[in-house]
């Protein structure tokens, strides 16, 4: 096979700080602009930061093999990678994306023989790049699924005969059949008459070892006021107030009552006096990932700068309350509840704690496993976050943290998964996450 040579945009290298050693026995060269793209990023406390900081300290490790303007061996069984700077172009070089398309036009021009391939997350950057006769391709890392219909969502309809639906409901123990249907431990199931389809149950499956869990509306009553308002909310509460479902994953629209319903539970299965309190602190955070500007612009301390992030957790929470401020004011002086970034989260070891992350589709699959394996003894874990509004321009519908972990996590009996349907939050809510 011969060898090509691949020019890298920043996007990969902010995306995966090691993609320099996934294109084999290949040649990589690094424009100079990307070296001062990334630069800009270093100091970002996110992933984005995270990685800048490691692809810088993996070219600085290379050179104590040799030069990164004649090149060096990635590593064995690897390519070469240079750094070059761009030299005369007819495009405008006060943009970085010329800059770096225009290193590659120099590397075809030098090496004609040679395939010179341009690697971009930026859909914009491709479609350059083809207009001038570049070949280019997409850097996909950590895609669990092929597109988002086919991502778990914790949920199927299964046709049974009739009497057994009775059978169900009678409390008769009923097993279901592997090679009639195939599920994931804690897979719900909605059972539906052969003979009448209006004729309907809701279990959870645990086992095929195991008989089927009827959903019989033990939280019609509400947690902390909130009440389920169909049968997906039903099947979050069923997840959410079982301790030894250790791991919950929630997606869903604006309006869909994912957040919601988590600090219900975990204010129910936290705050004293509560029969169910099982874990000492709620702890609820989400990632920092603005859509304008970014943190470092906002006046005033760090508490200040990160209310415009928190606002809608401490809006729920205020809400639970009934806006009771000074209660929530003694809890959060107590730290039985904690708001904080997610940043400063992923040092810490937390044990005997109930953790929402919201948000969650804004992290990459590498944060996400940061912030989980941080998790200690009697601790529950709950991603929430909607896959069709993501603010991260390094993740995708695919391969962004929460999309991960639902994937990833289905087939383990610690773990469960809900996909929200309908949105509940108010008419107008709903409508415009469908139609806008």
Not at 13 to 34: C, E, G, H, M, R
Not at 36 to 45: A, G, N, S, Y
Not at 108 to 127: C, E, G, H, L, Q
Not at 218 to 231: A, M, S, Y
Request: glycine share 6%; aromatic share 6%; charged share 25%.
């Amino acid at each position: 096979m011969a060898k090509k040579t691949y020019i890298l945009d920043t996007s990969v290298y902010l995306t995966d700080a090691t993609a320099l050693t996934s294109f084999q026995n290949n040649d990589i060269v690094v424009p100079f602009k990307v070296l001062e793209e990334v630069d800009k990023h270093k100091k970002r406390q996110d992933g984005v930061g995270t990685n800048a900081r490691s692809f810088i300290r993996s070219l600085d490790s290379l050179r104590d093999k040799g030069s990164l303007h004649s090149g060096i061996r990635i590593a064995k069984g690897k390519g070469i990678l240079f750094v070059v700077s761009a030299e005369t172009s007819p495009l405008d070089m006060s943009i970085a994306d010329n800059e770096i398309i225009t290193v590659a036009l120099e590397q075809k021009n030098k090496n004609p023989r040679r395939k010179v391939i341009v690697v971009s997350r930026d859909i914009n950057m491709r479609v350059k790049c083809d207009a001038l006769g570049l070949p280019t391709e997409d850097y996909v890392m950590g895609q669990v699924v092929k597109n988002t219909e086919n991502l778990y969502s914790g949920y199927k309809t299964h046709l049974v005969d009739d009497q057994t639906i009775d059978q169900f409901y009678a409390g008769e123990k009923i097993y279901l059949d592997k090679e009639d249907i195939k599920l994931f431990q804690n897979h719900f199931i909605l059972l539906v008459s052969s003979a009448n389809d209006k004729k309907t149950a809701l279990a959870r499956f645990y086992d095929y070892s195991k008989p089927l869990k009827r959903i019989n509306g033990e939280f019609k009553k509400g947690i902390w006021g909130v009440k389920p308002r169909n049968k997906e909310q039903n099947f979050c509460l069923d997840l959410l107030m079982d301790p030894n479902v250790k791991v919950v994953t929630l997606v869903g629209k604006a309006g869909s009552g994912k957040t919601l319903l988590a600090i219900a539970s975990g204010l129910a299965q936290v705050v004293e006096g509560d029969k169910r309190t099982i874990y000492k602190r709620l702890i609820v955070s989400r990632p920092i990932q603005p859509l304008g500007k970014d943190i470092g612009y906002l006046p005033g301390t760090m508490e200040e700068k990160m209310t415009p992030w928190l606002a809608p957790i401490q809006d729920n929470l205020r809400h639970l309350m009934a806006n009771d401020k000074e209660t929530l004011a003694m809890y959060m002086a107590q730290g039985t509840i904690e708001i904080e970034a997610l940043t400063y989260i992923r040092g810490r070891s937390i044990s005997n704690a109930y953790i929402i992350i919201d948000e969650a589709q804004n992290l990459t699959a590498h944060e996400l496993k940061t912030i989980i394996t941080r998790v200690g003894e009697n601790t529950k874990v709950v991603l929430t976050g909607d896959i069709d509004q993501i603010d991260n321009v390094y993740v995708d519908e695919t391969s962004n943290g929460l999309a991960y972990a639902v994937e990833k996590f289905k087939a383990h009996d610690i773990s469960g998964h809900v996909t929200l349907v309908k949105g509940e939050r108010s008419k107008v809510a709903t409508l415009a996450a469908k139609i806008l």
